[in-house]
């Protein structure tokens, strides 16, 4: 059960993530990455994750894609048209990808070289307990520098953002 | 298996009383409105107009589905699909009462008890956007796009408010499934004060409640804040465009919307299925309540104002008669497993109709804001009352909560 509906999502990700590069269309490239949000998602829910997979859903699905869908709108952006592919592009291009692939693959494979079977539901550090105990003991430091961060962040988008002030 | 056979009956029962609830919503909301403007409302089709909503489903599905040719197909299609689809999903993590024991098969009153049940209703809430903007956008229209437009930048908005006036009771509570809030909002102070979120010590959550149903008028666009659908500015708004079912499929999603945030506002503010007074008397509550709903009833056949209430309110009279006999039986405890259902449903059922009440109370009584209106009074606020309220909230906890 746990295996079919990985195979599913892994799936539904990956054609999603393809369609994003693949569509012409800025609102049907930003549908394509709420696909991709929502079945990394379920993939985090299935390794009992529940408390991330909510927050990705929430947090990326909802308040981040709806903005890049509300830009769009806004802009009435249209249709791209494909442009003609450079030369170094047209030869180079599927060897240079398949090397990527190969290498990323490689390196994957070499840095985690323990590969046990992945049991499904098996791990249940994944509660708003659990990460709320880890995010205020252990990764503490971690997590105060990134609030001041991105309060930084809001900070500067909001003194970029206003008009100028005679 | 027997989990699997308990499930798909929970899940029948639910759907079936839920989509009932839905197309009855728009009855009740069209009779209290009416009777708020001293007018009848639906009174022809059955009744006091009781067979309304299925003449207007029939209606519906027997007109025409218009498809415009200059519309986006495949995301106009997908819109109403959207919405309906994840406005229905939310209920499905809804504790509708306690555990119980029918012929010795323990279940929960809920379909399913997810650990972070408030977290999946925020998510689906975060998601369902996209129908309403995915609508405006793609009908092509400039009074659609500016409702589509409106109704997304309304919503991320009034998330934020409705998010941290969720979070307080969560800090009362210690937890995110909905039964556990629920569960720790049983019990009495001094034995009679129940210890739901708005009583609740060490810090009563009444203005987070407040807070909270402010903005859930706003997230399902309903009047004072639906500027998504201002008629008198943009026809009808994002749903402009749409016909026949998928008209209805928009109106069935805020409907839905409705009926699943009142249920979180009654979980999370207002105890769940837990009862206004302890259990001896407040078991009493519901029949008498239907017997004198009854006397009204018969009351109100007897003046004999129109022809057709001498018959229609003595039968109305004998249903909320034969609902007093039922709650009576369950107040009395005869078969156990069916009072805990009637008592912990009328409890529920009392308090999301309330709240329900309140939506069609307030689209009665208030005037649409005007836009720039609504988005200051988010930010400027809602958004830092809210916030006040979290701090306070979590000052009185960290200081008077044993840990």
Redesign the interface.
Known sequence: MDTILFLIFAVVAVVCAFNLVLQTHPISSALSLIGVMASLAVLYLLLGAEFVAMAQMIVYGGAVMVLFVFVIMLLNAGSEKASTKAWFAQVAGLPLLLAFVGLLGFLIARALPDTRRVNFGSWVGGTAQEIGRALFTTYLLPFEIISVLILIAIIGAVVLAQKEIE | MNFFVVTLIKIVIVFAVFMTTLAYLQWIERKVLAHIQSRTGPLRVGPHGLMQPLADVFKLLSKEDLLPPYVNRF?YLLAPFIAVSLALTTISVIPFGPEVDIFGVRTYMQIAD???GI??V??I???G??GV??A??SSNNKYS?MG??RA??Q??SY?LPLTLAIVSPLLLANE?SFRAISNSQGGYYLGFIPRWSIFQMPFPQIFAFIIFMIAAFAETNRIPFDLPEAENELVAGFHTEYSSMKFASFFMAEYANIVNITCVATLLFLGGWHPLFPAPYSNWVAPILFLVAAGACFAAGARNVRRNDRRTFPFFGLAFLVLALIWTVAAIAIIPWLSTILLAVFWFVAKVGFLIFVFVWVRGTLPRFRYDQLMHFAWTFLFPVALINLLLTALFVALFTRS
Do not use: C, D, N, T
């Open positions: 995301f997810l650990r972070v977290l999946f925020l998510a809430a975060a998601v956007v996209y903007a995915l405006g956008w796009l589509g437009l997304s930048a919503m991320i998330e995110l």
